[in-house]
Antibody
């Protein structure tokens, strides 16, 4: 069965960077896009962007330009989200979520990881 | 970006009664392939979101048939025919048609009266 297992909670200081991992199993990792979505405490879902694990191509929301880096290591079926220059507003649960087949338009999200809490605190 | 507007934002319901959530998009969600990529997700307290419905009206595997989705163009609805206690949580619509900027609705909190 499809599983996405994320790395553990992180506490970071303002200005630092954080890197969250998402290990996929139960399907061909490079065959499907991977999305990243975050959820601030008590708030809704905020889509951040996606990576095509096959090509390495990425797309992200304009507000994260220059701060977000999405990468992957196909040899271990793992996607990574790195967010730099953290502020208090980046405190949130970060989810990875599987997208569509990587040969088509990335129109879907189906399976989700368990989430990784990132707390930005001085 | 496409704005997804859900209503109501809070929905108190009596167990066994029906519930309905509306989702409206600021642009048509009909894609160039003729499909409409509108999903519904359920997020129970403390859990990750779970997809219930894809492409407007298709139930995911394991989703009870009391959940149904309908709509077209810019106007969509999620209906629960008879609410059960396990349905408590927050429901989100999501558009994937404009897939370079995927967007979610604000969420509708379903609670028991």
């Amino acid at each position: 069965q499809v599983q996405l297992v994320q790395s553990g909670a992180e506490v970071k200081k303002p200005g630092a960077s954080v890197k969250v991992s998402c290990k996929a199993s139960g399907y061909t990792f490079s065959g499907y896009y991977m999305h990243w979505v975050r959820q601030a405490p008590g708030q809704g879902l905020d889509w951040m962007g996606w990576i095509n694990p096959n090509s390495g191509g990425t797309n992200s929301v304009e507000k994260f330009y220059g701060r977000v880096t999405m990468t992957r290591d196909t040899s271990i079926s793992t996607a990574y989200l790195e967010l730099s220059r953290l502020t208090f507003d980046d405190t949130a649960v970060y989810f990875c979520a599987r997208g569509t087949l990587a040969v088509a338009a990335n129109t879907e999200i189906d399976y989700w990881g368990q989430g990784t809490l990132v707390t930005v605190s001085s | 970006d496409v704005v997804m507007t859900q209503s109501p934002l809070s929905l108190p319901v009596t167990l066994g009664q029906p519930a309905s959530i509306s989702c409206r998009s600021s642009q048509s969600l009909v894609y160039s392939d003729g499909n409409t990529y509108l999903n519904w997700f359920q997020q129970r307290p403390g859990q990750s979101p779970r997809r219930l419905i894809y492409k407007v009206s298709n139930r995911d595997s394991g989703v009870p048939d009391r959940f149904s989705g309908s709509g077209s163009g810019t106007d969509f609805t999620l209906k629960i025919s008879r609410v059960e206690a396990e349905d408590i949580g927050v429901y989100y619509c999501m558009q994937g048609t404009h897939w370079l900027a995927i967007t979610f609705g604000q969420g509708t909190r379903l609670e028991i009266k």
